[in-house]
């Protein structure tokens, strides 16, 4: 059985989510904490499977802890419970940037908490958070990827005339995403030869948030994608949560983004595969597909169908690499991927495959 820790300054939401926690079989609430600090005390003596972590807290925040695990070196798997506002959403990329796993948007209101569809949600994140790896200190490619980044796109340039016809750059991440959304997108040239779209699992809310921090650190622009909106060369569209993203053909070789509402699948909204699906009606030579860190499967029946009429190429993220080997895996296993790529490599691969203005 797992063993959880809660930390939250409510008693009330603490029974809640202990409640739903302990409701399912796999795992246990081992130890509560009313704020940072006892956390803290517990996380240097104890080891957890999981720990759920509330942001704003006396004494010590959420971001504090964070911070002091970092410091201390103590590799815990976080999961944030946080709020929907504009600066829960801010807060919570903080959270990731500092090591945080994954969240789950908290209802306000306790009792919203024992709805059926936040406990199933809330249960799904935890599994995830629980089968991640946990962070790394002290490791980062930054300075020598972006070199080796900026080192193909001059390759590349010379040679740009080889790579033909037109092509769009299509990722799917889940569980541990951001992070690795952070590691990709920021290598990539402004003059990338291709739109770039990306279903990164995320409820309403935090998308834009996501996409508002990687355009500060890009080259290139990234946005929340808006519905009806033309997919341009040398852009980032980011999937709005909560809804599903279609790429739509448009006459003379243009191509709109169109947001639909089916039910989640594969447990989540928005779901890669539906995006995948339907690029099987562009216009694009070629798509390339990446696949990154997450639990489950999506993108797999997606670019299952889209090799059935387009030509793609598939990579997938090695899986030392990823926080979660799940879905990457998945794609792997069922012989659709062409590269299996470490991340740091991952933005010169497309590069290599798309070229460069």
């Known amino acids: 059985m797992k063993k959880i820790l809660v930390v939250d300054d409510s008693a009330l939401m603490r029974r809640v989510l202990c409640d739903i926690i302990e409701q399912d079989e796999r795992f246990q609430v081992a130890d509560r904490a009313r704020n940072g600090l006892e956390a803290l005390e517990l996380l240097e003596k104890n080891t ?10 006396p004494q010590m925040t959420g971001l ?15 999961m944030m419970a946080s709020t929907d506002t504009k600066e829960g959403a801010k807060t919570t990329m903080d959270a990731l940037e500092l090591g945080a796993l994954d969240f ?13 569809d936040f406990a199933q949600t809330f249960l799904r994140t935890l599994e995830g958070v629980v089968e991640s790896k946990p962070p790394v200190f002290g490791r980062t490619f930054a300075i020598e990827s972006l070199k080796t980044a900026k080192q193909v796109v001059e390759i590349v340039r010379k040679h740009s005339s080889s790579i033909a016809g037109s092509r769009i750059v299509a990722v799917a991440s889940s569980t541990g995403g951001p ?9 990539l040239p402004k003059n ?14 935090f998308t834009e948030s996501l996409a508002e921090r990687l355009n500060s650190l890009s080259e290139l622009t990234v946005s929340e994608g808006r519905d009806g909106e033309t997919l341009e060369n040398g852009h980032v569209y980011i999937a709005k949560g909560g809804r599903h993203l279609n790429i739509d053909a448009k006459a003379g070789g243009k191509h709109v983004i169109r947001y639909s509402d089916e039910p989640t699948r594969e447990g989540v909204r928005p779901c890669a595969n539906y995006m995948y699906e339907s690029l099987a009606k562009s216009s694009f030579d070629e798509v390339l597909c990446v696949v990154m860190t997450g639990m489950g499967a999506d993108g797999t029946v997606g670019i299952e169908h889209l090799k059935q009429s387009k030509k793609v190429h598939v990579i997938a993220q090695e899986q030392s690499t990823c926080a979660v080997y799940g879905m990457p895996r998945s794609v792997v296993k069922a012989g659709l991927s062409d590269q299996t790529v470490p991340l740091d490599q991952i933005a010169q691969e497309i590069i290599l495959n798309v070229g460069v203005m």
């Open 104 to 116: 789950v948007h908290k209802p306000n209101n306790a009792i919203d908490c024992r709805e059926n």
């Open 192 to 205: 990338l030869k291709a739109p770039v779209v990306i279903v990164q699992h995320m409820p309403a809310g």
């Open 48 to 57: 957890y499977d999981a720990v759920v972590l509330d942001v704003n807290m």
């Open 64 to 78: 504090q802890l964070l911070k002091e695990l970092q410091k201390r070196k103590i590799p815990a798997k976080v």
């Open 179 to 187: 992070k690795a959304l952070h590691s990709v997108v920021t290598k």
